[in-house]
């Protein structure tokens, strides 16, 4: 019987580890798509980088928002019902229209519309452009915030424009499961470019919009956000984000359109601005100890955090670029039973135990993180393929608070299911969707607070 007692043992060792992938990836193409491969789309003045995202703080409300080269007008959306069977009404909602110039680069019209007043859960169609630039795009509005209701998310990272971009968002779209992306930052990578191109800004509106015009992204900045190039006069942060993602940061009492927070389905989510300040006192500190006080568990039982730089990473990009931050606000995290943290940033693909490090006072000598019931899981989906390429130096050896970890491109897919469940997998690209690189049923840490195992192990 020892022998049994023995590797039984050995065993659990096993599962208690936590896993490097050893999955090699084909050398793949961080190359950019050139340009002429996102062309306008056809007809005269034609709305093109077409996106929407949730344009209020509960699900009624969504903001389209489209680019027009030529003239502001038409300035505006057409929307209805795309359920023939009832009497169609359509509705005009006219758009707020920004321009910007960066360097020797000048921005076409951005059209900012907000449809208010939307049923729950209804599939509406709706119209920009005119003659033969007339566009038809559609979309669903989420159901009603409730405890239970099921809803799918999409996590896609640092995507840029490369042939990996597309095998991503192709991957991604083929699933069909996804309703809502959480876009983890680091959109165009136009700043890699000689003066920061923003045409690159363009054809990465032109890239995405297959997804993006029939479903709501949710947008957190990264730092290629930024944009900023003193030696060419450029000195304000995120510009050409600011002017092109509009998001509803005064619907949740946010001053800064970089941290706000939105109710959808069964979901609270809180976006994070990892590149503004975060220290005490500071806006975004004081806003978020506000709204941390006003989840109401019982309503949205699923505390989601996105922010772009990961504060559990044990990889060597970016090695502890996400430590400040962890500092200030892993205690808030903790009290209130975050279920997870995403973050993009590392350009591969991390999951994290359910750890806290908040015992650590620099004199104590308690620095090593410890299992934490009431603390989130850390995912980093960084992975979505730019033109940087993989980070695939992990730190040797992986540190107990990292569960999984592998050096490939992909995406993550987040099914709540009811208030106490959800199954969470990630999705390499080169496998097929009925293959998951990493899966896990997560338990809600307000419902259900119990260990979870995942498939690696
Ligand atoms: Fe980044």
Same mark, same amino acid.
């Given at each position: 019987?020892?022998?049994?007692?023995?590797i039984?043992?050995?065993?659990? #060792?096993?599962?208690?580890?936590?896993?490097t992938?050893?999955?090699?990836?084909?050398?793949?193409?961080?190359?950019?798509?050139?340009?002429?491969?996102?062309?306008?789309?056809?007809?005269?003045?034609?709305?093109?980088?077409?996106?929407?995202?949730?344009?209020?703080?509960?699900?009624k409300?969504?903001?389209?928002?489209?680019?027009?080269p030529?003239?502001?007008?038409?300035?505006?959306?057409t929307?209805?019902?795309?359920?023939?069977?009832?009497?169609?009404?359509?509705?005009? *909602?006219?758009?707020?229209?920004?321009?910007?110039?960066?360097?020797?680069? $000048?921005? %076409?019209?951005?059209h900012?519309?907000?449809?208010?007043?939307?049923q729950?859960?209804? !599939?509406?169609?709706?119209?920009?452009?005119?003659?033969?630039?007339?566009?038809?795009?559609?979309?669903?509005?989420?159901?009603?915030?409730?405890? +239970?209701?099921?809803?799918?998310?999409?996590?896609? #990272?640092d995507? #840029?424009?490369?042939?990996?971009?597309?095998?991503?968002?192709?991957?991604?779209?083929?699933?069909? !499961? %996804?309703?809502?992306?959480?876009?983890? %930052?680091?959109?165009?990578?136009?700043?890699?470019?000689?003066?920061? +191109?923003?045409?690159?800004? +363009?054809?990465f509106?032109r890239?995405?919009?297959? $997804?993006?015009?029939?479903?709501?992204?949710?947008?957190?900045?990264?730092n290629?956000?930024?944009?900023?190039?003193?030696?060419?006069?450029?000195? *304000?942060?995120?510009?050409?984000?600011?002017?092109?993602?509009?998001?509803?940061f005064?619907?949740?009492?946010?001053?800064?359109?970089?941290?706000?927070?939105?109710?959808?389905?069964s979901?609270?989510i809180?976006?994070?601005?990892?590149?503004?300040?975060?220290?005490?006192?500071?806006?975004?500190?004081?806003?978020l !100890?506000?709204?941390?006080?006003?989840?109401?568990?019982?309503?949205?039982?699923?505390?989601i955090?996105?922010?772009?730089?990961?504060?559990?990473n044990?990889?060597?990009?970016?090695?502890?670029?996400?430590e400040?931050?962890?500092?200030?606000?892993e205690?808030?995290?903790?009290?209130?039973?975050?279920d997870?943290?995403?973050?993009?940033?590392?350009?591969?693909?991390?999951?994290?135990e359910?750890? $806290?490090?908040?015992?650590?006072?620099?004199?104590?000598?308690? $620095?090593?993180?410890?299992?934490?019931?009431?603390?989130?899981?850390?995912?980093?989906?960084?992975?979505?393929?730019?033109?940087?390429?993989?980070?695939?130096?992990f730190?040797?050896?992986?540190?107990?608070?990292?569960?999984?970890?592998?050096?490939?491109?992909?995406?993550?897919?987040?099914?709540?299911?009811?208030r106490?469940?959800?199954?969470?997998?990630?999705?390499?690209?080169?496998?097929?969707?009925?293959?998951? #690189?990493?899966?896990?049923?997560?338990?809600?840490?307000?419902?259900?607070?119990?260990?979870?195992?995942?498939?690696?192990?």
């Amino acid at each position: 019987m020892w022998w049994i007692v023995t590797i039984l043992f050995l065993l659990n #060792g096993v599962c208690d580890a936590g896993i490097t992938s050893s999955f090699v990836r084909k050398a793949a193409p961080s190359i950019e798509i050139p340009k002429v491969h996102f062309p306008p789309p056809d007809g005269y003045n034609a709305p093109e980088q077409v996106h929407i995202t949730q344009g209020d703080y509960v699900g009624k409300s969504v903001i389209v928002s489209w680019v027009t080269p030529l003239e502001k007008e038409p300035n505006f959306v057409t929307y209805w019902e795309a359920d023939e069977k009832k009497n169609i009404k359509r509705n005009r *909602v006219h758009a707020k229209i920004t321009t910007y110039r960066y360097y020797n680069y $000048s921005s %076409g019209y951005i059209h900012h519309a907000t449809i208010n007043r939307l049923q729950y859960n209804t !599939k509406y169609a709706y119209e920009l452009g005119s003659g033969n630039g007339t566009r038809q795009f559609s979309f669903t509005t989420p159901p009603e915030i409730g405890p +239970d209701v099921p809803y799918t998310f999409g996590l896609i #990272g640092d995507l #840029g424009q490369t042939l990996a971009s597309r095998e991503t968002l192709e991957h991604y779209l083929s699933t069909k !499961k %996804g309703q809502t992306v959480l876009f983890l %930052g680091d959109f165009s990578y136009a700043d890699v470019h000689p003066y920061h +191109d923003n045409e690159k800004w +363009d054809t990465f509106g032109r890239f995405i919009e297959k $997804s993006n015009a029939y479903e709501p992204w949710i947008y957190i900045a990264g730092n290629h956000e930024l944009d900023l190039s003193p030696e060419i006069g450029e000195y *304000v942060p995120f510009k050409p984000y600011k002017h092109r993602y509009h998001v509803p940061f005064q619907a949740s009492g946010s001053r800064s359109p970089l941290w706000y927070s939105i109710k959808r389905a069964s979901t609270h989510i809180i976006v994070l601005s990892s590149y503004s300040a975060f220290a005490i006192y500071t806006p975004q500190y004081t806003w978020l !100890k506000e709204e941390l006080t006003k989840v109401n568990r019982s309503e949205t039982p699923w505390l989601i955090i996105l922010m772009h730089s990961p504060m559990y990473n044990s990889n060597n990009y970016h090695f502890m670029e996400g430590e400040t931050m962890r500092v200030v606000f892993e205690p808030w995290f903790v009290k209130y039973k975050v279920d997870f943290v995403f973050a993009g940033h590392v350009h591969s693909y991390e999951r994290s135990e359910r750890v $806290s490090n908040i015992q650590y006072n620099i004199t104590d000598g308690l $620095s090593t993180p410890v299992k934490d019931v009431s603390a989130p899981v850390y995912i980093t989906v960084g992975d979505g393929g730019n033109i940087e390429g993989i980070a695939d130096s992990f730190t040797e050896h992986q540190p107990d608070y990292s569960a999984f970890r592998e050096a490939s491109f992909g995406h993550a897919l987040l099914e709540i299911k009811n208030r106490t469940h959800a199954f969470y997998s990630w999705h390499r690209n080169q496998d097929s969707m009925a293959v998951s #690189g990493d899966s896990i049923w997560f338990y809600n840490r307000h419902f259900y607070p119990k260990e979870e195992r995942s498939s690696n192990e």
